[in-house]
């Protein structure tokens, strides 16, 4: 998995194209990621204790991972707020960083 949770991602393919996001949940066993705000669909819901009524609530379905994108956050950047393709650097400390490779600069999670 190229991405993880927590991270902004847009969305490359399939009919949400061009959404950006935070990754609210990762499903690595179908290479599947929910993203915050998309992909939204009406889940028909039984009367519960937690919802008593019932009915439709409207909640966010998982995406496939290899459509979606790190997003570049650097303002700087001539992908800013885009998707990009990231590598991996390495850093002296052994610690690796995903950075753009626009503008090198490291790919960092959503707040
Ligand atoms: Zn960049």
Redesign the pocket.
């Known amino acids: 998995m190229h991405v993880c949770k927590n991270d902004l991602v847009a969305v490359m393919a399939g009919n949400k194209s061009g959404k950006t996001g935070k990754i609210v949940k990762v499903l690595r066993d179908s290479n599947r990621v929910v993203i915050k705000g998309v992909n939204l669909v009406y889940k028909h819901t039984k009367p519960s204790q937690k919802n008593p009524q019932g009915g439709r609530i409207q909640k966010e379905a998982p995406i496939s991972a290899a459509n979606v994108m790190l997003v570049?956050q650097?303002r700087n950047?001539?992908?800013?707020d885009k998707g990009?393709r990231v590598k991996k650097k390495i850093l002296e400390n052994g610690y690796k960083q995903r950075v753009?490779?626009?503008?090198?600069?490291e790919i960092i999670s959503a707040e």
Do not use: F
């Open positions: 570049c650097n950047c001539k992908k800013y990009v753009c490779v626009y503008c090198e600069v």
